[in-house]
């Protein structure tokens, strides 16, 4: 049957508990300073994250390959659906992720990137590829293009990523860093780090003080027409060490403090030496060719 979409409001990439987004804490005595002694001091504790992550492992990684499940949530906060999931990336900024069901389900827009749903009626998979300027989509009607705006979308929440901030973006001219102060995040102390850039993007890191690993990654953002502003907050927990790199094994997200999903990781590693072909339209329309072609012998063997 042909996947149908279904209307709902677009936000990503993965994953989530109920959990109101962290505000920074008022100024504490002290926590007065001038943008210079701010900016150092925000620098100082990101360089701690980025050697708690795994330093040099962590900042020279080249690609990703992780597999796990999803929780889906409906806007009651039940949960709607599991999904499989395998996901992999060439980094910074190509990602290609195939989601797996056995029976009935609907995979959220907020995860694959689109202005909708995809209701699979009978399981099966689902593939999507993005790169920073094309995407597609392979379902049970083939391979297609995503549109422009999806791409849009995708090149934006990289931009915007936590990971992508760390490993280069807070280096980049007219990236401003600034200390917002101590706070409590998911019941443990956190400092907070606001990032600023050139096109405005509001973006902040808890990081919790004990073990300098981040806690949550908050992005906000404002419709142009009707100034309605929007948070978008990511956390993270159950790091664990692979490849030299810590990883969170559970991945939540939520929307103004309602949860749209979490992630359980399975397994995941780096340096895999993927391929780039893995990351085009070719390896998409191979893949349906495969896929037709097994069920071509399948449907064979049933008679």
Known sequence: MRLIFKAMTFLILVLGLAMAPGKPAAAQPGQDLFPEQSAAKAKAILQQVIAALGGSAYLTARDSDCEGRIAQYAHSGEVADFTLFHDQWLLPNKNRTEYITKGMNTILGSLIGIEGGIFITHGGVLVTVFTP?????LDKSGVSDQPEDVVKNFAEQVKSGMNNMLRARMNEDGVELRYAGPDLADLKEVEWIEFSDRDHRALRLAVEKSTHLPVRWVVTKQDPETRERTEITTSYAQFTTIDGVKTPYRVARAQNGRPLSQTYMA?????????????????????????????????KGKK
């Open 133 to 137: 300027d094309q995407g597609w989509m």
């Open 267 to 299: 397994s995941c590693k780096y340096n895999a030496n993927l391929s780039p072909q893995l990351f085009t339209r070719a390896s998409l329309e191979q893949r349906s060719a495969d896929v037709n072609k097994n069920s071509g012998k399948d449907s």
